[in-house]
């Protein structure tokens, strides 16, 4: 099979994945806005639970172990394109710190789920808004350097 064909379909299954992992991180902040309104122990409050757990258990966390899977992948495929000089270029660190953030940040979201199924939620209405943009603008970083390349 031809190496560029497998490498493209390597590549689109991560961008898949990277679009379910984006989507999962973007929402999930937004119902813990939602989910702060709701009084402890009403039935909002657990339709919130279940709606946070199943959205982590079942899209986010599967998508994120696919975006290393295929990450992965492309960056092993691309040593016997490249060689292995590309993993010092800027854009690929760039997109490599990228990726930690975003984890740094689905792991946050997870401990915080845990937080309000235990009655435990800390934060705001008003930080989960705020900080409900973070892995978009992440994003937006990641992208430009994967599809720029700049400093290679």
């Not at 997109?95 to 789920?113: D, E, N, P, T, Y």
């Not at 989960?128 to 720029?148: D, G, Q, S």
Request: charged share 15%; with cysteine; glycine share 8%.
């Amino acid at each position: 099979m031809n190496s560029d064909l497998v490498f493209n379909v390597v590549r689109g299954l991560h961008i898949v994945a990277v679009i379910a992992w984006m989507a999962g991180l973007l929402y999930l902040p937004r119902l813990f806005a939602y989910h702060t309104r709701a009084t402890p122990g009403s039935e909002m409050d657990e339709t919130f639970k279940v709606m946070e757990v199943k959205l982590l258990r079942m899209i986010i966390n599967p998508a994120m172990i696919m975006v290393l899977v295929f990450g992965g992948c492309m960056v092993w495929l691309d040593l016997g394109r490249r060689g292995p000089h590309f993993w010092l270029q800027a854009w690929f660190l760039t997109k490599i710190a990228g990726f930690v953030a975003l984890s740094a940040w689905h792991g946050f979201l997870a401990v915080s789920r845990r937080a309000f199924a235990e009655g435990r939620n800390i934060h705001s209405e008003r930080f989960w808004r705020m900080t409900n943009e973070v892995p978009f603008l992440v994003a937006i970083v990641v992208v430009i350097a994967a599809t720029t390349k700049f400093g290679a």
